[in-house]
């Protein structure tokens, strides 16, 4: 869907690099494209440590899944609505009838403009280059999920700098897990053995997906916890749209209502520094399709 994101709907306002795991794969408009064969966060590894001008070259970079459906202009306000509320690290909310894990992650348009949260996905995360430069080495630890348990949680000022843009709406259209064997994992190996794995090597321990914060739709901060989890009961309206089957949806939606108003927030920062080297790969494992 990516061949969409600079076109249709507004004068785009970025570059979009194709990170491609297949060959063929078409490029963005202006023809930039690469070949990663192999899985996303490996991939993601090989392109910063090949292409490391990328982190001073932009201000914020979006690694976004090829499943997420969007458009240029609601992507302008994404990186607008990070640049205003001084971002380090945020993510689009999602449409009520999409893919989900966490329900957290589910648009609460209706009452806020963007919620500050301990936790942000690993589908459409957008990073400031100084933070995403702090965050870099993570990629290259080997792992294929629970990184984005961690990436909060690398500096003593979290407080307001991580956040779910209710404003921005996109669609997750592909059921979570359903190119999980591209990623290494077998048919029947769950996600959660290499996310404790992860927790484990560092010595934390994830309690939830808790948002803390919020700006509501008059630009107002909102710090209640209690009101945050009561608003978040206007997620079940998402029955009559989601795909997951409706137990699934409530119990995630009323997960995320009591994280709400019971879970710690869990910010505490971890040291990432020398927890193992970032494995290199050879330099051929990277190539390009199009020219620069």
Known sequence: MHSGWAQRTGEAEFDLLVAAYEAGAPGGPEGLNIFLPGRKIAGYHLLFEHYPEILTRYEYIALIDDDIQTTAHELNRLFGIGRQYNL??????????????????????????????????????????????????????????????????????????????????????????????????????????????????????????????????RGQLVRSRFLLGLNSLSLLQGLLKTPLNWAQFVRRATDYTRHCWLRPVNLQRIDIDGVGKPHRQPQSAVRRLMPR
Not at 121 to 135: D, H, I, Q, R, T
Not at 146 to 165: C, K, Q
Request: hydrophobic content about 45%.
């Open 88 to 217: 380090d690290l945020f993510q689009p909310a999602l449409a009520w009838d999409s893919h989900f894990s966490y329900a957290a992650t589910l648009t609460n348009r209706k009452h806020y403009l963007l919620r500050y949260t301990n936790t942000v996905e690993m589908m459409c995360p957008v990073f400031s280059a100084k933070y995403l430069a702090a965050a870099r080495s993570l990629f290259g630890l080997g792992y294929e999920t629970g990184i984005d348990l961690l990436w909060t949680r690398l500096t003593d000022s979290p407080w307001l700098r991580f956040a779910i843009v209710d404003d921005i709406v996109v669609r997750h259209t592909r059921p979570v897990g359903t190119t999980k064997s591209l990623q290494g994992f077998g048919a029947d190996e769950p996600y959660d053995v290499q996310v404790d794995a992860v927790l484990k090597r560092f010595g934390a321990a994830f309690r939830g997906f808790v948002t803390y914060a919020a700006v509501d739709r």
